[in-house]
């Protein structure tokens, strides 16, 4: 029988060091996004991406000796998922929109022509200029939107000090999850970007729910010291924090194991965000309060009321 | 909050059984449906292209083109005017979007002709009334004349429209199944071909404008075709379509054009079994084309597509029947795409292609049985860590979670979501994340019995307790779907809908049926029941 409940860890404690380890982590991912940057893929770097399964093992880089002679550009060959599976990506290429089409047909008849065994066309993918482009400045923009709209929506539910502490947690969640891709280089491309507007309303649920108890206490307790009373409000939520993180772990984890080649990436944004932002929410979002001045006397009808 | 009355169970129950009904489609075959009876809906879950196999590709009318044709019609028509009225012009410069040359006794009756001919020229593309096309200004002798804006707009706007009412005939012409064809924004048309992982000779068939014209083959000079010196007035070079060195003087003047065409059929020549394309004019085509050929016999003409010659046959006899046939060297592919290509009609404009996504239908196999597996390990797991953890409850809370899945699955056949490979990753989020509501009312629980109550308060309390934050804690992942919905498209924007339709069919389960299920048994509950000691 697992049961967290009624803890009485004192989480404020080591907040110096979790701020420390957080600013480290912070510094550590954006100096990797201007240093290494970020793998993009096709979706926000154009060219083209074309997945094969061949009857028989290839041998790959002769292969990719082959399709570099091609004169396309970079041309990368790799693996995906087992030997007889290859990922076949090729660069952009110079000229506009209508050029990107003939790279498909060229490396298609070289591979016909290369390799002797059966070739079956699993995905072709080609994204042009004008395209990634876009892409890249909605799935921006996306992010933005997304934190902004959580600002407003805990501003209008709590106080400007929860939502100032959420979004401050919001934001370490995401240059945390960019933070990731660049140290990786594991391929940035537009299901990831899906995955940090989720990461972005699962951390925001975490943090909620902790607030949501921070609130209560506070009108509960009016004159208890304010770090005794996040830690109980953190201690209170701590249970059901993990019990959700553990679940929504859990069938996370089985997609990455299971779920096949092609989500894998999506999947561990997810596992890394769930991470995160249940960390985050305990001990950032909540240990900010402390510094953000947070209005003691509450006025019942104002708010919206848990007890109503 | 734990009474129940007769209605409401009832109401609670038949939404329940209804939406569960609506997923019952997706355990058969298409076969076993078609024999169900009536009542039993029929629709299943709508897989996108990522999981069924099939091809996206994104193109967008080359507007420029458009505007450039009508810059330079205009360019023609008014040298006609000034030239007709016996004015010399100079310094006669034509830009993307304006004409503009020096002229001297430029006057309001050339202006007014200049506007109306714009006006007449383009007939059913704009009904303006008597407001003009062309905004005309004058200083000194220097002309400008430009489009109006709405003019442009008009103009292409009407382009889109019409490629894509040409792209749908075209893809319509070979027989694909379901596809769909949309227009996206001002110039832009998806198109979904469900079934097709080689999307070659659609790209093919996309890719040529295919405006056909007969033009006569300029005789008075002579000339060598592979180094053909400069056209004579009115005429120009055109390259074979055969071979691109192989050059053509062509007169500029089209006898007939594609769109006077009514019929194209690929065939084979009855003597040299070459397949050919035959053709048929509409009346005013089959006039003007005898006309011509009548004046003209012992003088080759060019069939011309898209500025390249495919044959230049000799005029034998005058052609009155209205009919004929095209050979150039085509395989029967090929004449059968020609074919399609002049039943379909011309493109006002080029298309280009920004975006192809295709799948072959192994690969979706694949992802749908990966995702189905990983959903039942993912499913089991957290089932078991339920029980482990809130023991009775936990169970109630795994049935409601079974209830749920087949509520979001029920929900998507009814409005006929597409499901996506993100879509599945979007339910087996879900999975994890559904529980969060049961988890929040059971800790709530846990707390008042800890704090005294009896089973009976505490069950009550957690709900009203918990109701605001499972609330607010729901609003914020439902609007980061939100987001993603209206700023994704394609594959990614069906994560957003299933994790949309889980978070509602969560906390609708856990208010609901978790409730429901808990009062029919409350009396009976004991606190180890929510996974508590007694002694706690």
Redesign the interface.
Known sequence: MLNISGTQINFLKVRVITFILSAILICLSIGAFFVNGLNFGIDFKGGTLIEIETSQEIEISGLRDNLNTLELGDVQVQEFGSSKNLLIRVEQQLGGDQVQQDVVQIVKESLGSYLSTDINFRRTEVVGPKVSGELIQSGAIAIFVAVFAMLVYIWFRFEWQFSLGAVLALVHDVILTIGVFCITQLEFNLPIIAAILTIVGYSMNDTVVVYDRVRENLRKYRSKEITDLLNLSINDTLSRTIVTSVTTLLALLSLFIFGGEVIKGFTFAMIWGVVVGTYSSIFVAAPLLRYLDVKREWNTTSAVDSTR | MLYFSNLKTFSVLSVIIITLFFAVPNFFSKDQINSFPNFIPKQQVNLGL?LQGGSHL?L?VDTEEIIKERVENLNADVRRILKKNNLNYSNFKVSNESLKFVVEGFNSEIQKEISELSMSNSQNILAMGDQTNLIITQEENTIQINFTEEFIKQSVSNAVAQSLEIVRRRIDELGTREPSIQRQGSSRIIIQLPGI??P?RI?SLL?QTAKLTFQLVDTSVNFDPFNPSKAPIGSEILASDADEEFKYIVKKRIMVGGENLVDAQPGFDPQTNEPIVSFRFDRIGATKFGRVTQQNVGKPFAIVLDNKVISAPVIREAILGGSGQISGGFDSEEANDLAILLRAGALPAPL?????????P??GA??IE??Q???I???I??II??I??Y?YFGLLADIALIINLFMVLGVLSLFQATLT??G??GI??T???A??AN??IF?RV??EI?NGSNMMNAVENGY??A???IL??????????I??FF??SG??RG??IT?AIGIFTSVFTAFTFTRLLISLNVKRLKPNFV???KN?
């Open positions: 990522d994104l967008e992982d080689d070659d790209k890719g280009i292609i920004l975006e192809e996504r295709s799948v072959g192994d690969l694949d992802s990966a995702g597996f990983a959903a390990i993912g499913f797991a957290v860590f339920m482990f953890v023991r490979l993100p599945i990753a087996i989020l999975i994890g994340m529980v969060d988890v929040l800790e846990r707390e800890r009203k307790r109701l605001s934050t607010d804690a729901n609003i914020t992942t439902l609007i980061a779907a987001i993603l700023m994704a594959p990614v994560f957003s994790l996974g508590l000691s706690a």
